[in-house]
């Protein structure tokens, strides 16, 4: 018998996969954070209107209200949302077509797929919440785009019955992805050892990393990250009960034995990013 006996995993070892989840997802959260930013002031470019990009924002140069239009704005904070969606999707992508490879990067791109689909879904919140008023801190994204366009309030509101659809399609998708890491049939067999595994792996991982990439950000864009964190967590409660819903099979099973091993390329990468944020954290011009 290949498998491993569903007790024989050590605290030890829960503990490490626990870690290298938190490691993947805080890199994950960084990584599609800055992109969302970076795009933007690239889309900014298009227009010959340059920025600074900060991990926490981005402040266009000489922003007089004559350069602004319709067409600039929905390119510019439309695209930002749309970049996180694609980076989404290519996680779930590059996950589908490499996940046989047994390396921690299938981890990342599958948080990639959870974080930047939820960033795309949270659009409606924080629209709603922004409600047209430019000096609110959800003045940004799609809330600026509305206003600009002039979506009538209660429009904006109603988006949110799409944006939640969105997430209900997505998050349905969560928690399979995740299951199949396991090393050991044993310990998804069962719903209760699926929500057992999947509360190791996902939930636990996202709260220890939502508490990481918060005292990064602090107090910086404080209401945005909280709202993204919020959709985030409502995802993974979704893709909970979807366990329920969910059959695997030992075929299914990739046997992660890596997992439950330290990886210390990742530790390096997330202390790169964090190094990364922290140095570049008065901002930086692309054109420079």
Same mark, same amino acid.
């Given at each position: 018998?290949?498998?491993?006996?569903?007790?024989?995993?050590?605290?030890?070892?829960?503990?490490?996969?626990?870690?290298?989840?938190?490691?993947?997802?805080?890199?994950?959260?960084?990584?599609?954070?800055?992109?969302?930013?970076?795009?933007?002031?690239?889309?900014?470019?298009?227009?010959?209107?340059?920025?600074?990009?900060?991990?926490?924002?981005?402040?266009?140069?000489?922003?007089?209200?004559?350069?602004?239009?319709?067409?600039?704005?929905?390119?510019?904070?439309?695209?930002?949302?749309?970049?996180?969606?694609?980076?989404?999707?290519?996680?779930?992508?590059?996950?589908?077509?490499?996940?046989?490879?047994?390396?921690?990067?299938?981890?990342?791109?599958?948080?990639?797929?959870?974080?930047?689909?939820?960033?795309?879904?949270?659009?409606?919140?924080?629209?709603?919440?922004?409600?047209?008023?430019?000096?609110?801190?959800?003045?940004?994204?799609?809330?600026?785009?509305?206003?600009?366009?002039?979506?009538?309030?209660?429009?904006?509101?109603?988006?949110?019955?799409?944006?939640?659809?969105?997430?209900?399609?997505?998050?349905?998708?969560?928690?399979?992805?995740?299951?199949?890491?396991?090393?050991?049939?044993?310990?998804?067999?069962?719903?209760?050892?699926?929500?057992?595994?999947?509360?190791?792996?996902?939930?636990?991982?996202?709260?220890?990393?939502?508490?990481?990439?918060?005292? #990064?950000?602090?107090?910086?864009? =404080? @209401? +945005?990250? !909280?709202?993204? /964190?919020?959709?985030? *967590?409502?995802?993974?409660?979704?893709?909970?009960?979807?366990?329920?819903?969910?059959?695997?099979?030992?075929?299914?099973?990739?046997?992660?034995?890596? #997992?439950?091993?330290?990886?210390? =390329? @990742? +530790?390096? !990468?997330?202390? /790169?990013?964090?190094? *990364?944020?922290?140095?570049?954290?008065?901002?930086?011009?692309?054109?420079?």
């Amino acid at each position: 018998m290949d498998d491993i006996s569903r007790r024989s995993e050590s605290r030890k070892s829960k503990s490490i996969r626990i870690f290298n989840s938190t490691v993947s997802f805080s890199l994950a959260y960084i990584f599609i954070t800055q992109m969302i930013w970076i795009s933007m002031s690239l889309f900014g470019k298009f227009f010959d209107k340059d920025s600074i990009v900060y991990y926490y924002g981005i402040r266009f140069m000489q922003n007089k209200p004559e350069f602004w239009n319709r067409l600039k704005i929905t390119t510019i904070f439309g695209g930002g949302p749309f970049v996180a969606l694609l980076l989404g999707l290519l996680g779930i992508y590059l996950y589908s077509k490499f996940k046989t490879t047994k390396t921690l990067f299938n981890l990342f791109f599958l948080w990639c797929f959870v974080i930047g689909t939820s960033m795309f879904a949270a659009q409606g919140v924080i629209a709603s919440l922004a409600g047209h008023e430019f000096l609110s801190p959800y003045y940004t994204w799609f809330a600026c785009v509305f206003a600009w366009w002039r979506i009538p309030l209660f429009i904006v509101y109603a988006s949110n019955l799409f944006f939640v659809g969105i997430l209900l399609y997505f998050a349905a998708n969560y928690a399979r992805p995740f299951l199949v890491f396991s090393y050991s049939y044993t310990k998804v067999n069962k719903l209760s050892r699926r929500r057992k595994y999947f509360l190791e792996t996902a939930f636990l991982p996202f709260i220890l990393g939502a508490v990481l990439t918060t005292k #990064l950000t602090f107090p910086m864009n =404080l @209401f +945005i990250h !909280l709202v993204f /964190l919020g959709v985030i *967590f409502l995802g993974l409660i979704i893709a909970w009960y979807s366990l329920a819903h969910i059959d695997i099979v030992r075929d299914d099973v990739l046997k992660y034995k890596n #997992l439950q091993k330290v990886n210390f =390329l @990742f +530790i390096v !990468l997330l202390a /790169l990013s964090i190094a *990364f944020v922290l140095t570049t954290w008065r901002g930086f011009n692309l054109s420079a």
